[in-house]
């Protein structure tokens, strides 16, 4: 079992940054891939970014290439996705999920893929 804790949504202007926190708790957090994922209202869930266990591969949805950056800390059992340039589009509630069964050098934008989700934390961007 993993359990994921997200923070740091909130109101913030466009063209601001926000940092998401995830942290998780349960199995050893090295051993297993991380994603973002994002759900506007009336829209289905979608990718954000995910990385890899060690940090060293990232892959990224096409709307936040270079706007956003995941990275993680093993140590602090933690993930973060920094948002700079946030656009009003990029308003929706903001989940972190646990991929547990991916490889090493695994990843993917499929949800059905991500075993474990927190509750998720509203980000609202203003024009």
């Known amino acids: 079992q993993v359990q994921l804790v997200e923070s740091g949504g909130g109101l913030v202007q466009a063209g601001g940054s926000l940092r998401l926190s995830c942290a998780a708790s349960g199995r050893t957090f090295s051993n297993y891939a991380m994603g973002w994922f994002r759900q506007a209202p009336g829209k289905e869930r979608e990718f954000v970014a995910a990385?890899?266990?060690?940090?060293?591969?990232?892959l990224y949805a096409d709307s936040v290439k270079g706007r956003f950056t995941i990275s993680r800390d093993n140590a602090k059992n933690s993930v973060y996705l920094q948002m700079n340039s946030l656009k009003p589009e990029d308003t929706a509630v903001y989940y972190c999920?646990?991929?547990?069964?991916?490889?090493?050098?695994?990843?993917?934008?499929?949800?059905?893929?991500?075993?474990?989700w927190g509750q998720g934390t509203q980000v609202t961007v203003s024009s």
């Open positions: 999920a646990a991929d547990v069964t991916g490889g090493s050098y695994f990843l993917t934008r499929n949800t059905r893929a991500y075993e474990y």
């Open positions: 990385v890899t266990r060690t940090g060293g591969i990232t």
